[in-house]
């Protein structure tokens, strides 16, 4: 039960992350050169997104799931099935967002589904 | 290294411009540190479990323990490394070219979870995982944007 708690807080707190921080991207523009100054300035620039820390908070919850995840199984376990956000994204693009999930992409999200189901059956 | 200047930087949205060095070597960067992060995180979290969830008090000691370790310290700094890799890639490409590229991790950290820590991989796991970048690839290989709110205020 415990497990299947933390998987749903790493893919959904996970993903969600991941939009919040992308959307929060577009807001800051380019990075333009490696220097350490214009590096310190888009970070310094995403983090007056509001977007990059409602990110934040949820990448955090998704880490301390992914901790807790790692004290149980190993690592060559735990990484592969949080590849269900991919179908996390697909659903909830879907659902929450109104975007049009084309058939191919359908298939390539059944085709993660079925793989995850593999590394979760394939006990080493 | 001499900073590269983009003169193409004012339109984001005419993005056939080819991809340059820079952001090849970010995403080596992104799929090499995140996977080492979590193998460090794995070799931690390890050492110090099992880790009871309750009672709360239980649950601080554990969460003491957890951040009194050295791997644990070195697994976050891999993956802050791997955010600041990934913040800037996602600056540079789409989310879109980004997302396939970044799936060959799955495979690095069971590469490296056998390699560096020992874990038995099976044969049908390996196939899981390359199922699963198939899959991921696939999912890429379909349009990028089926709607036009995301990217309408930077018009």
Redesign the interface.
């Known amino acids: 039960m415990l497990v299947f708690v933390l998987f749903t807080i790493i893919v959904a707190a996970g993903t969600g992350g991941e939009l919040c921080v992308s959307r929060a991207m577009k807001g800051v523009g380019e990075a333009r050169s490696f220097h350490p100054a214009e590096i310190a300035r888009v970070v310094l620039r995403a983090l007056r997104q509001p977007w990059m820390w409602a990110g934040v908070a949820m990448m955090a919850s998704a880490f301390f799931a992914l901790l807790g995840a790692l004290s149980m199984f190993n690592v060559s376990f735990v990484v592969p099935v949080t590849a269900l956000s991919y179908v996390a994204g697909a659903f909830g693009g879907a659902a929450f967002l109104g975007e049009r999930v084309t058939a191919r992409r359908w298939i390539g999200v059944l085709l993660v589904t079925i793989g995850v189901t593999l590394v979760f059956f394939g006990k080493g | ?1 001499e ?4 003169k193409t ?1 004012e339109s ?1 949205s005419a993005a056939h411009k080819p991809l340059q060095l ?1 952001t090849y070597l970010m995403i080596l960067v992104m799929v090499l540190a995140g ?1 080492v992060g ?2 460090f ?2 070799m931690g ?2 050492a ?4 009871r ?1 309750w009672p709360p008090a239980e649950l601080a000691h554990s969460g003491l323990r ?1 951040f009194a370790s050295l791997p ?1 310290w070195l697994g976050i700094l891999s ?1 802050i490394t791997f955010f ?1 890799a990934y ?2 890639v ?3 490409a789409d ?1 879109s070219f980004v997302q396939p590229v970044s ?1 060959v ?2 495979g690095v ?2 590469v ?3 390699l560096v ?1 020992g ?25 990028a944007q ?2 036009s ?3 309408s ?2 018009e």
């Not at chain 2, 900073?3 to 983009?6: E, S």
């Not at chain 2, 110090?48 to 880790?51: D, E, F, G, H, K």
């Not at chain 2, 796991?125 to 890429?140: M, N, Q, T």
């Open positions: 290294m900073p590269v200047v983009d930087t984001k820079k996977p979590n193998v995180l794995g979290m390890k110090v479990s099992p880790i969830f957890v644990i993956l600041v913040m800037l996602l600056s540079w989310y799936s991790a799955y950290v069971a490296l979870g056998w820590l874990e038995r991989v099976s044969a049908l796991r390996w196939a899981g995982i390359g199922v699963i970048c198939l899959g991921v690839f696939v999912v890429s290989r379909t349009g089926t709607t709110a995301l990217n205020g930077n």
